[in-house]
């Protein structure tokens, strides 16, 4: 089966917008045998396209399955290399490993690995992460910015910020940003992501970002006991949303917001980060790696690093930790 | 051949200090033939091992091959964790793409590479490193610290200073360090560090720290070009040098400053650097990434970043660069 013929067809059906196309057309478009097209046509239907035969017309594309590929994504990207390299799972145990993985083996800047289900997906600090199969965003981003490893911290608030202005964009919800970067909708956690690192000392390899976010679950997709601080686009707002719309929407928004970043510094993204908060004039805990911490969370720096004034005035500076609103 | 009656049979004779040791002894002692024991001590003497055998009496070791091996460097060690996994290679293209490697997949904190000759060396800024057979210290060190990838950069110091201070316990030179990692003897290059992060921003999940020092190489052993800023421990002392003393010696303080920087903090290590230091106080070209700036450099910070003050006043911090004293 050849692969990029597959593709041009379905590329073709996509395009025709109902319109019947004739298989004697393809053949002699694409120099093969009236079979080899009906052959992959079946392919494409294995893939859960629906293909109606119109007599004496032709092929019509009756219905799109709900997946995130890369020939449904790709035709509603606007970017310049962010996702113009997609690497796509039916199914995987993590794109975060997989993403990492083709970065060391020199996967080029801004290559995407996305699935419909993840079978170990994993959050910050090794934990799991539900990705249940066609209901979400599983997805992991390459990008080699030119910068040195202390720049880097700051493309967890980039990729926090991206996120919310694509939901913003593509849905009815307003997301607010809980620092790091926890996207909240009605104060329920929507999203998560993980940002990792390969550097030396001079300079960034590879970030490696990954980005989880519940789209199409009921609220019973998630177990009862995260039903008060897990939620799902749907939930909030009511309406099933076309996840391909909306993860080209935040590829679109992270290639922009990256290159702001690394053409102006954090200033701007601040700014914008700023927009979303709902952590800064809070009271919070603090769990970092080797100390709970309490006070208020009075702003973030350039460097993406929150200012927490504890009760005895003092004021600290938090490169990452576990924020809980208290 | 079962190494590990050979590393038996090898440890044997290198605590016997000249005494004979009696074949049916070690065949009897390890539970196989005499035939099985002469092919054993075939295989050492093929290691570069010179044994010799005296009638009715045993064997005895009469000189000792001038390799970093595990088994040679293992009894000079006193650290708790580093080196104690050590993955010898007679010859390999990078020990730090092999610690890289190896790192991902879950080698233990303190395990080091080491070999005799690197067809790949690689410095900073993916420069090519000579790394001649025998001659040089060639090795990458993984260590798994619990701490924020923020504080990651200054073990690139931390490096530096246990380099300096172990070249002056076993040789007759004095190094002085160029920051932010070059140690130079009598103003010449004698040793490079590479470091190497794998971090999420939360934790750090390995660096890997690349050592290579010029030992016993004479003058002829560098090219031409580099003469006038390149040198070796032994063209500089005029004594050839035992690599293994001085490996297990960059061990012991590398795990020893590693300890007191996670446990401390930056500071005892920065007064440990400056009293190595000559940059400071110097005026300076820094090459980075983006720019070229000249001023003089003023200090170190708590963050292992340099402070320099420009022509104007301005006093910029330089993370990481090429730095030319001028």
Redesign the interface.
Known sequence: MNILIKEKILSQLLGAQGIPISGQKLADELKISRTMIWKHLKSIEDDGYVIEAIKKKGYVLKSIPDIVSPERITPNLQTEYLGRNIVYYPVCDSTQNIA?SIA?EGAPHGTVVITEEQTAGRG??ERSWDSSANKGIWMSVIIRP?????F??QF?LVSAVAIARAIEDTTKCSPNIKW?NDLLINGKKVTGI??????????VQSIIIGIGVNVNQEIDAFEQSIQSIATSIKIESGDEIDRVVLVAKILDYLEKYSNIYVENGFEPIKILWESYNCTIGKRIRANL??ETLEGVAISITNDGVLELQLDNGEIRGI??ADIHLI
Chains 1, 2 share one sequence.
């Open positions: 990492a060391r910050r600090l030119e910068i040195s490893p202390q880097a911290a967890t790091p993980l940002t990792e690192l390969q550097a030396d000392m001079d300079r790696l080797r490169y990452s």
